[in-house]
C-alpha cells in the first residue's frame, strides 16, 4: 500500500535526520579550512541538486537527500562540538530534543487548527533574508551579549514559523514522492536552523546570566 504524504515525509525525515547526525559525529573534531569550504560549497549546492535529482526519479531524488543530509552533518559537525564543549553534551541533547518538541507542536497546530498559515509565507521570507543581512554584518563586527540573544531569539521565532508554514503546505501538497523529497529537505532545514539559533540563544544566555 503506498505511504500517504506524511509517511513519506515522516520516513525519508527519520532518514535525513540519522544520517545527518552521523555525519556531524564523524567530523565533530574536522579543522581543515579547505575542507570546510569544499563542505560549504557542496551544502548549498544541494539546495539545487535535491529537487533536480527529485524531478528525474523517485530513486535519483531519495539518493541526492541521503548524500546531502550526510554532507550537512560533516559540515555542521564542528560547530555542534563546539556548543557541546561551551554548555555540555546533555544541554545540546536537550536542545534537540527540544527542537523536535517544537517542530511536533507546530506541526499539529498547522494540521489541525483549521488556520490557513499560507500568508506567513512573504513574512517569513523577509524576515529570513534580514536575518542573513545582520548575520553577515554580525561577522565583522563585535556585538553585546544582549545583541546575541536578541538575534538568536529572533532566528528561533522565524524558524517556528516555518514550521507552521511547511506543515501547512505538508498538508496541502499532492502525494508524491517528488514532493515528499522537496519537503523534507525543507523541514530539514528548518530544524537544523531552529536548533543552531536555540543553541546560540543558550550560549548567548549562559555567558549574560
Given at each position: ?7 513519506k ?9 540519522s544520517?545527518?547526525?552521523?555525519g ?5 573534531k ?10 560549504a560549497v557542496l ?6 541538486f ?5 524531478s528525474?526519479s523517485t530513486?535519483?531524488?531519495i ?10 552533518g560533516l ?5 555542534i562540538?563546539?556548543?557541546s564543549?561551551?554548555?555540555?553534551w546533555?544541554t ?8 523536535a ?5 507546530c506541526?499539529l497546530?498547522?494540521t ?6 499560507s500568508?506567513?509565507?512573504p513574512f ?6 534580514g ?12 556585538w ?7 538575534y538568536s ?6 524558524f ?7 506543515f501547512?503546505?505538508l498538508k496541502?501538497?499532492e ?6 523529497t522537496e ?6 532545514l528548518?530544524?537544523l ?6 543553541l546560540?540563544?543558550?550560549a548567548a ?5
Amino acid at each position: 500500500m503506498d505511504l500517504s504524504i506524511y509517511g513519506k515525509v515522516a520516513l525519508l525525515l527519520t532518514m535525513s535526520m540519522s544520517l545527518g547526525g552521523f555525519g556531524c559525529w564523524v567530523a565533530q573534531k574536522l579543522k581543515s579550512i579547505l575542507a570546510f569550504i569544499v563542505l560549504a560549497v557542496l551544502f548549498l549546492a544541494g539546495a539545487f541538486f535535491v529537487p533536480y535529482f527529485a524531478s528525474v526519479s523517485t530513486t535519483a531524488g531519495i539518493a541526492a537527500l541521503a548524500a546531502w543530509t550526510f554532507i550537512s552533518g560533516l559540515f555542521m559537525g564542528p560547530a555542534i562540538h563546539s556548543y557541546s564543549e561551551e554548555i555540555g553534551w546533555k544541554t545540546v541533547a536537550l536542545a534537540f530534543f527540544g527542537t523536535a518538541g517544537v517542530m511536533a507542536l507546530c506541526g499539529l497546530v498547522a494540521t489541525f487548527s483549521g488556520i490557513n498559515f499560507s500568508g506567513l509565507g512573504p513574512f517569513l521570507g523577509i524576515a529570513l533574508f534580514g536575518l542573513i543581512i545582520v548575520g553577515i554584518i554580525r561577522l565583522f563586527s563585535k556585538w553585546g551579549k544582549e545583541a546575541d540573544i536578541l538575534y538568536s531569539s529572533l532566528g528561533v521565532l522565524i524558524f517556528a514559523g516555518y514550521f507552521l508554514y511547511d506543515f501547512f503546505t505538508l498538508k496541502h501538497t499532492e502525494n508524491t514522492w517528488q514532493r515528499a523529497t522537496e519537503l523534507t529537505m525543507k523541514f530539514y532545514l528548518d530544524f537544523l536552523n531552529f536548533l543552531l539559533h536555540l543553541l546560540q540563544l543558550i550560549a548567548a544566555s549562559k555567558h549574560h546570566s
